[in-house]
């Protein structure tokens, strides 16, 4: 059903592994899953928004469900979301606009069905300025899905300890100011979600205006 033409084909494959992945790890796809990973990061370059969407929600529950047998493929298809997301808009063509919202779609998933593994592989390094980037995207649906992916984020960086909390704020911070001082219209309207994220997310407010004060 994954190679047929049809787009209710995929559709229907899509919403019959869900439902089994629901079911349980016990199920006889979890020893399958490395295969179908790939096939899945394969359907997320179509050009198909529906398409994709479904595939990345079953990306993330493939991931989820393999557990530690599934490392090396979510660290491949982390890669490939970064780099997607990294890749500079050069042009209007349908097949990059489709993978940044590929990308992006991606990074939702897995902080959803993976947090910790997803944020250390984003703030290990600086590859959560590719989050940033999405928010110059004209599309809202591009922009809204990598604001709620910094929403992950923000509500695991509250449960770290003091120091690291602030560290990481300051991070996200520095994004959030500099969208600000961008003649993008697209970037501030992103930048204003995630900050009304930041002051309304659980133990976040006292560390913010400490940040304020320390870089305005």
């Not at 629901?22 to 490395?34: A, F, K, L, P, Q």
């Not at 959803?112 to 300025?129: A, G, Q, V």
């Not at 709620?148 to 996200?172: A, G, P, T, W, Y």
Request: glycine share 4%.
């Amino acid at each position: 059903m994954l190679e047929s033409d049809t787009k209710e084909c995929k559709l229907g494959c899509f919403l019959a592994m869900n439902k089994i992945l629901s079911v349980g790890r016990e199920t006889r796809i979890v020893h399958y899953v490395n295969k179908f990973i790939p096939a899945m990061l394969k359907l997320l370059s179509t050009n198909n928004p529906e398409l994709i969407e479904k595939a990345a929600e079953c990306l993330g529950n493939l991931a989820k469900a393999g557990g530690s047998v599934t490392a090396e493929n979510v660290e491949k298809a982390l890669d490939e979301a970064i780099r997607w997301l990294s890749k500079e808009k050069k042009s209007s063509k349908s097949g990059s606009d489709t993978k940044r919202y590929a990308g992006v779609l991606i990074l939702r998933e897995f902080c959803k069905k993976l947090p910790i593994i997803t944020f250390n592989k984003l703030f290990d390094n600086d590859s959560y300025k590719c989050i940033f980037a999405a928010f110059r995207d004209s599309r809202v649906t591009v922009r809204d899905t990598a604001a709620e992916c910094i929403n992950i984020c923000l509500n695991l960086i509250s449960e770290r300890e003091s120091k690291s909390k602030r560290n990481l704020l300051v991070l996200i911070y520095n994004e959030v100011k500099q969208a600000f001082n961008d003649e993008d219209p697209n970037y501030q309207h992103s930048a204003l979600t995630v900050l009304t994220a930041i002051l309304s997310s659980k133990g976040s407010v006292s560390e913010i205006l400490k940040v304020s004060l320390n870089i305005i």
